[in-house]
């Protein structure tokens, strides 16, 4: 069975500073995608980045980018120069096969001002 | 366009009304999901249509009834729900697999949601 592991409930980060939300999991498939989400308090989910599992260059997006360790079975995002507006839960997703997608437990992060 | 609506956006049933939820993207996607999500919990996969065909379902009671209409527009249709089924409910989509999509085409784009209460 495929799992998704985030092991920080809540995290805070002071404005501008960087923080880094950790994700794991477990899959025997060869071929997947990885995803972390954004979902603010107003509840719309929104994708922060992706990762496919064939590439071993860490994609980033603007502030946001990961560190993918495939063979540790490990996806971290990392947020540089926080802004307030970041506060939201985040979401690690794995996807596989087709149309499944399975999702971590949630990091909710609230940005200090 | 990058949108999926969903209406409504709130609504509130008794355990023996029927009702539905609406979701609509117009993005060209052939894949649709509705997800289940309770408070600070992550979202739980209901069902997934591929075009315009049930592909996924998760074993979900057959009080919820989905139904996919065009290609635009999902439904999930409700009745007798338990009070146990109020959440907030997903509508997403992407596009369909099997297809030589380029990179970044298996990404959902997520509705805003209904919040169900169930009186």
Redesign the interface.
């Given at each position: 069975a495929q799992t998704v592991t985030q092991s920080q409930p809540e995290m805070s980060v002071q404005e501008a500073e960087t923080v880094t939300l950790s994700c794991t999991y477990d899959t025997s498939e060869s071929n997947y995608?990885l995803?972390w989400?954004k979902q603010p308090p107003?509840?719309?989910?929104?994708?922060v980045i992706?990762q496919?599992a064939y590439k071993q260059q860490n994609a980033t997006e603007n502030r946001f980018s990961v560190n993918f360790q495939k063979a540790a079975k490990s996806f971290s995002l990392k947020i540089s120069d926080s802004q307030l507006g970041d506060t939201a839960?985040y979401?690690c997703a794995f996807?596989f096969g087709?149309?499944?997608?399975i999702?971590?437990?949630?990091t909710?992060l609230k940005v200090l001002a | 366009d990058t949108e999926v609506t969903q209406t409504p956006k709130h609504l509130v049933m008794g355990m023996t009304n029927k009702k539905s939820l609406k979701c609509e993207q117009h993005m060209g996607h052939r894949a649709m999901y509705w997800y289940k999500q309770k408070a600070k919990k992550p979202p739980e996969l209901m069902f997934v249509y591929s075009y315009e065909k049930l592909s996924i379902n998760e074993s979900v009671p057959s009080r919820f009834s989905p139904e996919c209409p065009n290609s635009s527009l999902l439904n999930l249709h409700l009745h007798a729900l338990q009070p146990e089924d109020s959440a907030l409910y997903l509508c997403a989509s992407s596009q369909a697999k099997g297809l030589a999509l380029p990179p970044g085409t298996d990404t959902q784009y997520f509705g805003p949601g209904t919040r169900l209460t169930v009186l």
């Open positions: 995608y995803f989400y107003s509840r719309q989910m929104i994708l992706r496919e839960m979401f996807m087709t149309y499944k997608y999702f971590g437990t949630g909710r | -």
